[in-house]
T-cell receptor, first 117, second 108 residues
Framework: ETGVTQTPRHLVMGMTNKKSLKCEQHLGHNAMYWYKQSAKKPLELMFVYSLEERVENNSVPSRFSPECPNSSHLFLHLHTLQPEDSALYLC????????????????FGPGTRLTVL | QKEVEQNSGPLSVPEGAIASLNCTYSDRGSQSFFWYRQYSGKSPELIMFIYSNGDKEDGRFTAQLNKASQYVSLLIRDSQPSDSATYLCAVTGNQFYFGTGTSLTVIP
């Protein structure tokens, strides 16, 4: 595997389900990100992990719960989602010299297309 | 005011022409500027980055940065149908901000 991988690529879930999205980066980077991309809207930064510590949480509803067990893996746990949460969820990674969490180019995974019924 | 603004387009240019994509940003302290290309249904891929005022060329692509005007642009020379995609401008300051993207169609 190379680059940034995400699983699953497609997910359909009901509002009462619990599911998790997985991201793995094979680039040796020290920062990882979750983004949400909805139609006609800019990429929305959800969470940033730098050196495995969460450094950014952009007022994301608590039904989204991130987990970063190590610098190569990032999860997004989902529960009791709403239909408006249907979107493309993108994971990205970057190498930040200061561990601050932004500034250098980010490499994206292929995304998970989530549909909430 | 949006952090990063782009004309959503769509922008249509004939094959072989120059495509010009523009982006303005609000944070004067922004330090790094990126252009990503996103094909329909795919994730963004980095095509250019620029940190200093002036032009930076890479093949058919030229990024131009003017910090005084808070303006960054991307020129694509000899446009090809394969360049048809959405182009996202991204700027870092306090955070990594993306614009909504400009849809480009290159007509054969």
């Amino acid at each position: 595997e190379t680059g940034v991988t995400q699983t699953p690529r497609h997910l359909v879930m009901g509002m009462t389900n619990k599911k998790s999205l997985k991201c793995e980066q094979h680039l040796g980077h020290n920062a990882m990100y979750w983004y949400k991309q909805s139609a006609k809207k800019p990429l929305e930064l959800m969470f940033v992990y730098s050196l495995e510590e969460r450094v950014e949480n952009n007022s994301v509803p608590s039904r989204f719960s991130p987990e970063c067990p190590n610098s190569s893996h990032l999860f997004l746990h989902l529960h009791t989602l709403q239909p408006e949460d249907s979107a493309l969820y993108l994971c990205a990674s970057s190498q930040e010299p200061s561990g601050r969490g932004w500034g250098y180019e980010q490499f994206f995974g292929p995304g998970t297309r989530l549909t909430v019924l | 005011q949006k952090e990063v603004e782009q004309n959503s387009g769509p922008l249509s240019v004939p094959e072989g022409a120059i495509a010009s994509l523009n982006c303005t940003y609000s944070d004067r302290g922004s330090q790094s500027f990126f252009w990503y290309r996103q094909y329909s249904g795919k994730s963004p891929e980095l095509i250019m980055f620029i940190y200093s005022n002036g032009d930076k060329e890479d093949g058919r692509f030229t990024a131009q940065l003017n910090k005084a005007s808070q303006y960054v642009s991307l020129l694509i020379r000899d446009s090809q149908p394969s360049d048809s995609a959405t182009y996202l401008c991204a700027v870092t300051g306090n955070q990594f901000y993306f614009g909504t993207g400009t849809s480009l169609t290159v007509i054969p």
